[in-house]
T-cell receptor
Framework: AQKVTQAQTEISVVEKEDVTLDCVYE???????LFWYKQPPSGELVFLIR??????QNEISGRYSWNFQKSTSSFNFTITASQVVDSAVYFC?????????????FGTGTRLQVFP | NAGVTQTPKFRVLKTGQSMTLLCAQD?????MYWYRQDPGMGLRLIHY???????AKGEVPDGYNVSRLKKQNFLLGLESAAPSQTSVYFC?????????????FGPGTRLTVL
């Protein structure tokens, strides 16, 4: 069965610290996609990144970077020099395709609190 | 472009009452989804639709019904609300043009069942 595990329920850091959010997934599909979404205190869900199973290159976008390792079934997210505005709940998700249509399986989320 | 909108934003129901949550998207997306979000549980898929007139069950469909009569709208119904349905409900949509492109989410509806 498809599964996404975000073992870190809550992380607290002080501004300017680097922080890594872990995501471990399980799937029997050979083709799949992984996603990260951010949910700030205002409640909306903001898409951050999509990565397919054939592309293991790390990605960097400003202070954000993602490390995808198929060998360990992990798709970790690092925020460099964290800021208070990074405080949010972050969700990792895995695509699941079936004949009836595709959907996302979400992890339970990691709440990040960045203190000034 | 309004994106994905949800109506209402907040609602309080008594046990046994019924209501319908409306999701509308103006991006001409084929796929639409309803999720519920509960503390410590992440987002769980209730029902989804791959096109007008078609719906399918997700992970937690019991107690809910859906309809997709128009491509742009996806309705979630609670026939007899129960306190266990107190949650934040999110609607999402995505285009079929690319495989597994991202879902766009609405702002959510906070439902309390007393």
């Amino acid at each position: 069965a498809q599964k996404v595990t975000q073992a870190q329920t809550e992380i607290s850091v002080v501004e300017k610290e680097d922080v890594t959010l872990d995501c471990v997934y399980e799937t029997r599909d050979t083709t799949y996609y992984l996603f990260w979404y951010k949910q700030p205190p205002s409640g909306e869900l903001v898409f951050l990144i999509r990565r397919n199973s054939f592309d293991e290159q790390n990605e960097i976008s400003g202070r954000y970077s993602w490390n995808f390792q198929k060998s360990t079934s992990s798709f970790n997210f690092t925020i460099t020099a964290s800021q208070v505005v990074d405080s949010a709940v972050y969700f990792c998700a895995l695509s699941e395709y079936r004949v009836t249509g595709d959907k996302l399986i979400f992890g339970t989320g990691t709440r990040l609190q960045v203190f000034p | 472009n309004a994106g994905v909108t949800q109506t209402p934003k907040f609602r309080v129901l008594k046990t046994g009452q019924s209501m319908t949550l409306l999701c509308a998207q103006d991006m001409n997306h084929e796929y639409m989804y309803w999720y519920r979000q509960d503390p410590g549980m992440g987002l769980r898929l209730i029902h989804y639709s791959v096109g007008e007139g078609t719906t399918a069950k997700g992970e937690v469909p019991d107690g809910y019904n859906v309809s997709r009569l128009k491509k742009q709208n996806f309705l979630l119904g609670l026939e007899s609300a129960a306190p266990s349905q107190t949650s934040v409900y999110f609607c999402a949509s995505r285009s079929q043009r690319e495989s597994y492109n991202e879902q766009f989410f609405g702002p959510g509806t906070r439902l309390t069942v007393l």
